[in-house]
């Protein structure tokens, strides 16, 4: 195919940074160097027509940290990294909240409560045994004066204690996203869908390669690809699928904010009279290590049964299903990856299954890298 002029010169002329990837790390990192560099050409690519890996697929909660999670990403990875990552979260929150505002998000601090059933007994016993120390913690690194609150009381069936963060919020995912792209286009940065980036070669400028046989050019190149980098590099990136299922709207909805259960495995929330859960990886952790975005009989029926179990103890039925794919560590680190790889090359990957909060600090934290 030949280009016309104005693709050649206009549409895809040689940018100053571009960025692989229109999730919400690509889209922040972009909408950071615009507003640093003004008379800079970014351009944002993506495979899909817009960021469709996990940013306009996820749950839509605001958070940052839970006990039992905390607990157990103390078993992979030093107590630095974990709780310098719960502060990566917490101040990234505040950044988005700040730059796009909570009106145009939906923002609500509606707190979150994680449950504890006779399943996992053992765990609300670590959780209470370690509260005091995790929120001594919690309170030095986040400058917050109690992060986790004990209460036995829960009106969920079967539920034997929950320990509350009210500092957590919810979110519209979709107003976020669209906030978020109608910002980076006010800026006038270039956002160009349906080219997925195959290789570069980096001489005098670098030249891009994608699936459509289209060449980009270059002085920067960021990959954002969270969870596909993998293909492009070789990082300690796995590919983690999540799923979730919306019920129909009900009259009396039985919660409101957000809820986590089973080492954040499960989690759940209110939405337009709805509820929204997801997750149940752990059902069938092989299978869902992938990257296809489709949906599975088994982890949609263990969320129906959960949700109608745990959660509205009636049968409900559910007009929504989507799956959505995370980044994560092979070996459960949740630490990103924000590194430079070659001289004009970054990364900024790895946002884990709390990556909405984060990636408003990743995005800042990958162009400190540049300076
Ligand atoms: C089901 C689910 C629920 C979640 N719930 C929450 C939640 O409630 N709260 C929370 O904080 N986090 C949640 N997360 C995690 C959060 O959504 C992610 O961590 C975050 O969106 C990651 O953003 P990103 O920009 O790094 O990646 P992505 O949004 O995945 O964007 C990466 C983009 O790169 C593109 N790409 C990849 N490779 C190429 C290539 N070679 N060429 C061109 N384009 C390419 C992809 O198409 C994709 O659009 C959830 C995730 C899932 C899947």
Redesign the pocket.
């Known amino acids: 195919m030949n280009f016309s002029y104005w693709e050649k010169e206009y549409l895809i002329s040689p940018s100053d940074y571009l960025i692989?990837?229109?999730?919400?790390?690509?889209?922040?990192t972009a909408i950071n160097l615009k507003e640093k560099h003004p008379k800079a050409i970014v351009t944002v690519?993506?495979?899909?027509g817009?960021?469709?890996?996990?940013?306009?697929?996820?749950?839509?909660?605001?958070?940052?940290a839970n006990i039992s999670e905390i607990l157990d990403d103390l078993k992979y990875d030093t107590q630095e990294n974990v709780y310098e990552t719960i502060s990566k979260?917490y101040q990234g929150l505040i950044k988005l909240r700040e730059k796009f505002g909570d009106l145009q998000m939906d923002y609500q601090t509606k707190g979150s409560i994680e449950i504890f059933t006779n399943n996992n007994k053992h765990e609300l016993h670590e959780a209470i045994d370690s509260l005091q120390g995790i929120n001594a913690i919690l309170s030095r690194e986040l400058n917050l004066e109690r992060v986790f609150t004990y209460k036995s009381k829960c009106s969920l069936p079967g539920v034997i204690g929950t320990i509350h963060n009210e500092h957590e919020g919810?979110l519209n995912?979709g107003k976020m996203y669209r906030t978020i792209y109608s910002y980076a286009l006010g800026l006038n940065i270039n956002l160009i869908g349906g080219?997925?980036?195959?290789d570069w070669n980096d001489e005098n400028e670098i030249t891009i390669n994608?699936?459509q046989k289209i060449q980009l050019k270059t002085k920067n190149l960021i990959?954002?690809?969270?969870?596909?980098?993998s293909?492009?590099v070789d990082e300690d990136i796995s590919p983690?699928?999540?799923?979730?299922i919306v019920s129909e709207p009900m009259e009396n909805i039985p919660i409101k904010g957000?809820y986590h259960y089973d080492n954040g495995y499960y989690?759940w929330?209110d939405i337009d009279n709805r509820i929204l859960l997801?997750?149940a990886r752990n059902y069938d952790s092989v299978g869902e290590t992938t990257n296809k975005i489709e949906t599975s009989d088994v982890i949609i029926s263990e969320l129906k049964r959960f949700m109608e179990e745990q959660i509205t103890s009636k049968p409900v039925s559910i007009e929504y299903q989507?799956?959505?794919?995370?980044?994560m560590g092979k070996s459960k680190q949740k630490k990103?990856i924000i590194k430079k790889i070659e001289p004009h090359v970054f990364l900024?990957?790895?946002?884990?299954?709390?990556?909405?909060?984060?990636?408003a600090s990743?995005s800042e934290e990958i162009i400190k890298l540049m300076e």
């Open positions: 692989v990837g229109m999730g919400l790390v690509g889209l922040q690519v993506d495979r899909h817009w960021g469709l890996g996990a940013s306009t697929r996820n749950a839509g909660f605001g958070c940052f979260r919810q995912t080219l997925e980036v195959l994608t699936r990959l954002c690809t969270n969870a596909f980098t293909n492009l983690c699928r999540g799923q979730v957000l989690y929330r997801g997750g989507w799956s959505g794919i995370m980044g990103p900024a990957a790895r946002l884990g299954g709390m990556g909405v909060a984060l990636s990743v």
